[in-house]
């Protein structure tokens, strides 16, 4: 069964610009999470998407956005990047929403550099 | 609110040493834990878990108990290898966040031969 997958892998964008990153879940997973990854803050949880739409959210701005198609697949989008933005964008799925012991399986991520 | 407190790192180890990384955590409730790891340009991968207090969770040689009482989650291996070199999380997730997973800062782990 693949992965969870996540292009592009690699991109640099100028501040002010915006961005649109994206994360196909495991076959047959409906939920997906997305975390910002950087060495100040550690992982940060900004948002979880189930059956087109979002459960929950983190402490981000609004410039933080994200949806997710009828397949499952989920774009995250970052509008007027800030050089604060910069940082490893990673993506997770789960079967289930709910629950304690669900496991997520995470993609290798998109590393976001903003100059 | 849900928090987890992680030794701080950089660990270095020779070959078949034994591995301790402390892991704290504060939540209400019950939450069920975890230990991730990032291996160098990777994304993380789940490495144990446990749900309930006593539980033992294990894989690939690495050991972590719930202990409640002491709200720890620490991890052990008793002979590393220099494949374990990694960065490793800790992290909790419970009903009272919305069950969303709460990392720990990272230990990062290099393992010498």
């Known amino acids: 069964k693949a992965g969870v997958t996540q292009t592009p892998r690699y991109l640099i964008k100028t501040r002010g610009q915006q961005v649109t990153l994206s994360c196909s879940p495991i076959?047959?997973?409906?939920?997906v999470s997305w975390y910002q990854q950087t060495p100040g803050q550690g992982l940060q949880f900004l948002f979880e998407?189930?059956?087109?739409?979002?459960?929950n959210k983190g402490n981000f701005p609004g410039r933080f956005s994200g949806r997710q198609f009828s397949n499952s697949r989920s774009e995250m989008n970052v509008s007027t990047l800030e050089l604060g933005d910069s940082a490893l964008y990673l993506c997770?799925?789960?079967?289930?929403?709910?629950?304690?012991?669900?496991?997520?399986?995470f993609g290798p991520g998109t590393r976001l550099t903003v100059t | 609110g849900n928090s987890v407190t992680q030794m701080e790192g950089p660990v270095t180890l020779s070959e078949e040493a034994f591995l301790t990384i402390n892991c704290t955590y504060t939540?209400?409730?019950?939450?069920?834990l975890f230990w991730y790891v990032q291996y160098p340009g990777e994304g993380l991968q789940l490495l144990l878990k446990?749900?309930?207090?006593?539980d033992k969770g294990s894989n690939k040689g690495f050991e972590a108990t719930y202990r409640k009482e002491t709200t720890s989650f620490h991890l052990e291996k008793g002979s590393v290898q220099v494949s374990d070199s990694a960065v490793y999380f800790c992290?909790?997730?419970?009903?009272?966040?919305?069950?969303?997973?709460?990392f720990g800062a990272g230990t990062t782990v290099t393992v010498r031969a």
């Open positions: 076959s047959g997973h409906r939920s």
């Open positions: 939540a209400t409730g019950y939450p069920s």
């Open positions: 992290a909790l997730r419970s009903r009272s966040n919305d069950y969303k997973l709460s």
């Open positions: 446990a749900t309930k207090a006593d």
């Open positions: 997770a799925s789960s079967a289930r929403l709910a629950g304690n012991s669900y496991e997520q399986y």
């Open positions: 998407y189930f059956s087109e739409t979002q459960r």
